[in-house]
T-cell receptor, first 113, second 113 residues
Framework: EAQVTQNPRYLITVTGKKLTVTCSQN?????MSWYRQDPGLGLRQIYY???????DKGDVPEGYKVSRKEKRNFPLILESPSPNQTSLYFC????????????FGNGTRLTVT | GNSVTQMEGPVTLSEEAFLTINCTYT??????LFWYVQYPGEGLQLLLK?????DKGSNKGFEATYRKETTSFHLEKGSVQVSDSAVYFC????????????FGRGTSLIVHP
């Protein structure tokens, strides 16, 4: 089944403790992206990647890191999480074609205390 | 730059009522337009799309027509059901290069029996 898989679904952590949220897609998509969703603010893009070893900042990259060493994986790293990073995070992927829709994972709800 | 503006929610309707969710966009060139739906506890999924002016996208009883003259892509459904309760996102694709989408803030729809 074609899908984008994020792990974990839920994560509670403390300020400053490094964490990684994994994202994997099995559709051979070039484009991958991370978003955070907050009430009243909609979806905001954190980072995106057009292909292996190519990553770019989105609208709200501060406090986050990503890597794209393999085409299928695009982990999101929070080196020193803070409470303002408490949010719902989504990974998404798409083929690099203009009319292609995004495929989303089911989300990771992160709470930083 | 590109932007998408959606009507504020929540939109609250009774079952079998007519639904309209307004979406207008600003973009250079000829973007593709999308509606995504997010059911509770899930990621976003594509609902419908239109790739050029006057195209009508349709799916699950929902329709939207790409209106270039009014830069709009309003979502409509003739008779909503309780199961349509979700958050709806309008989006466009970036033009003139690789695919990078822009999302509206989302509109919550609540349908009562």
């Amino acid at each position: 089944e074609a899908q984008v898989t994020q792990n974990p679904r839920y994560l509670i952590t403390v300020t400053g403790k490094k964490l990684t949220v994994t994202c994997s897609q099995n559709m051979n998509h070039e484009y991958m992206s991370w978003y955070r969703q907050d009430p009243g603010l909609g979806l905001r893009q954190i980072y995106y990647s057009m292909n292996v070893e190519v990553t770019d900042k989105g609208d709200v990259p501060e406090g986050y890191k990503v890597s794209r060493k393999e085409k299928r994986n695009f982990p999101l790293i929070l080196e020193s999480p803070s409470p303002n990073q408490t949010s719902l995070y989504f990974c998404a992927s798409a083929p690099d074609r203009r009319y292609s829709p995004l495929h989303f994972g089911n989300g990771t709800r992160l709470t930083v205390t | 730059g590109n932007s998408v503006t959606q009507m504020e929610g929540p939109v609250t309707l009774s079952e079998e009522a007519f639904l309209t969710i307004n979406c207008t966009y600003t973009a250079t060139g000829y973007p593709s337009l999308f509606w995504y739906v997010q059911y509770p506890g899930e990621g976003l999924q594509l609902l419908l799309k239109a790739t050029k002016a006057d195209d009508k996208g349709s799916n699950k009883g929902f329709e939207a027509t790409y209106r270039k003259e009014t830069t709009s892509f309003h979502l409509e459904k003739g008779s909503v059901q309780v199961s349509d309760s979700a958050v709806y996102f309008c989006a466009l694709s970036r033009t003139g290069g690789s695919y990078i989408p822009t999302f509206g803030r989302g509109t919550s729809l609540i349908v009562h029996p």
